[in-house]
Structures are given as structure tokens and as C-alpha cells.
């Protein structure tokens, strides 16, 4: 009998889920779900860690992946002999330590747009260059990991939570559209960055590492699990009880 399968990675959306299910169920063959390789936990771990606590916290769910999956750990012990170095997170970007250029790629996409436009796709934000400066395939990306290492890990724990009326990316990695179209793993990302800093960061302290790894394996990880713990309910729920529309720079930028 023929077999269809499903990777996890292709239908990391709810409604699509939900979707491709009901497909399945009017199939008479069979038909087999994998997970991705573009998280390290599987979409029910966060669910299922957090089972019969009274609180989500995410630091302890972030100290469990520490653990887990051997990061950052000596001996059993966090290096550097904290878990998290949040407290030097939160610096302002005063001018102090010069912003080295991003950097941009010059992907060619006015065919794509001219597409976009005359089938009339409606879209959020507009788009009026000629080309993308994001990475579009894996060799660029990869440069876009290699630059983050050379030249703005040095600071990115500093300022990552900084913001500032005349810089756009201080010191960030520009990595999360490669890391969300699937270009890169998360854990092609960190092994990276723990080799160069491991082989050439004697100038860069543990906290900007830490402070990034934190981003990945912590944030990123557990508010998918969020996400899937929690839908689809989650999206119905209006905690702060805000009615209003969204504004119209929302969708336009």
C-alpha cells in the first residue's frame, strides 16, 4: 500500500495542520508525520514539560535545554557559573562601541514582485526595491552566520535588548529569516557560534554568547511550544482586552 509522508516542517501552522489532516482522513492510504529538523524540541515537549506546574516559566524550561542538549555546560554546570546573564543584557546603545555596516546581499526580486502585483496577492508591508538584501539560499546565509560571528557577537548580548531611533540592527545577526524559511538549523547556528568563539572569541565575553544562545534555544523554542500547547484556543484569547483595530501602519510599515 502507498505512503505518503508529512514532515512537521512543511506544516508548522495550525490552520495548515488541521488542514492536511482532515486531507489524510479521506484518503484510503496510508500516511506517516515526521518531525523537523528546524527546532530541537518536538511540538508537544514545552506541553509536556510544563504538565501539572502552576507556572510557564520560561528559564526553567531554557535551563532544561541547556541540560538536554550539552550547550553551554561544564561538568554539569552552567559556564561561566551562571545560567543567564540577563542583567548584562540590557545595556543602551549610547554610541560607545561603533556598528559595524550589515550585512546586505543583493538578491534580484523585481520579477517576483511584478508576479506578486499583477496576480493581485495582498501582502503585509510593501516592497518598492528592486532587490532582497536578506540571505535567499544557503551559501548566503551561511556568510550572514560567519559575519554575525566576526563582527557583531562581540556585542550582541550588550545591546540585544537596545533600541535606537537611528540604528535599525545594532549589533543582531539579521539570522531569523534564514532560520524561519529553513535555510539553516538552529543547531547549525549554535555549533557555529560555540566553535568561533570557542577557537577565535578570547575578546568575547561568555554573556554575548550566552545572551544569543538564549534567543535561540530558549525564546524561540519555547514560544513555539507555546504556540502548539496552547492552540487553538490561543488565538481567541484576548488577555488585555484591547478591541481597538490595528493601526494602518500594522500592514503598510
Known amino acids: 500500500m502507498p505512503l ?6 512543511c506544516r508548522d501552522e495550525y490552520r495548515l495542520d488541521d488542514q492536511l489532516k482532515t486531507f489524510c482522513d479521506t484518503l ?12 530541537y524540541t518536538n511540538r508537544d515537549d514545552l506541553d509536556t514539560f510544563f504538565k501539572g506546574k502552576k507556572q510557564w516559566v520560561m528559564e526553567s524550561f531554557y535551563r532544561d535545554m541547556r541540560k538536554k542538549h550539552d550547550i553551554l555546560m561544564v561538568a554539569g554546570q552552567p559556564e561561566g557559573g551562571k545560567w543567564n546573564y540577563d542583567k548584562s543584557n540590557r545595556n543602551k546603545w549610547k554610541g560607545e562601541n561603533a556598528i559595524p555596516d550589515f550585512k546586505a546581499f543583493h538578491n534580484e526580486v523585481s520579477e517576483i514582485i511584478e508576479l506578486l502585483q499583477s496576480e493581485g496577492v495582498v501582502t503585509i508591508g510593501t ?3 528592486a532587490v ?3 540571505p535567499i539560499n544557503r551559501t548566503q546565509a551561511l556568510d550572514q552566520l560567519k559575519y554575525f560571528c566576526e563582527n557583531l557577537l562581540v556585542h550582541f548580548g550588550d545591546y540585544q535588548d537596545a533600541m535606537h531611533t537611528k540604528e535599525v540592527y545594532l549589533f543582531h545577526s539579521r539570522l531569523s529569516f534564514a ?18 568563539w570557542r577557537e577565535y572569541g578570547e ?26 500547547a496552547l492552540m487553538p484556543d490561543y488565538k481567541t484569547q484576548n488577555h488585555l482586552e484591547n478591541y481597538n483595530p490595528l493601526p494602518k501602519f500594522f500592514s503598510d510599515g
Open 28 to 39: 484510503k492510504i496510508n500516511t506517516k508525520v515526521f518531525s523537523t529538523e528546524h527546532f
Open 127 to 129: 516592497f518598492n526595491r
Open 179 to 196: 532560520l524561519n524559511c529553513k535555510i539553516l538549523s538552529p543547531k547549525n547556528v549554535i555549533d557555529t557560534i560555540l566553535n568561533y
Open 203 to 228: 575578546n568575547i565575553d561568555v554573556s554575548q554568547v550566552e545572551g544569543f544562545i538564549r534567543q535561540i534555544i530558549g525564546w524561540r523554542e519555547y514560544m513555539r511550544g507555546m504556540y502548539w
Open 4 to 9: 505518503i509522508r508529512f514532515n512537521t516542517k
Open 132 to 134: 532582497f538584501e536578506y
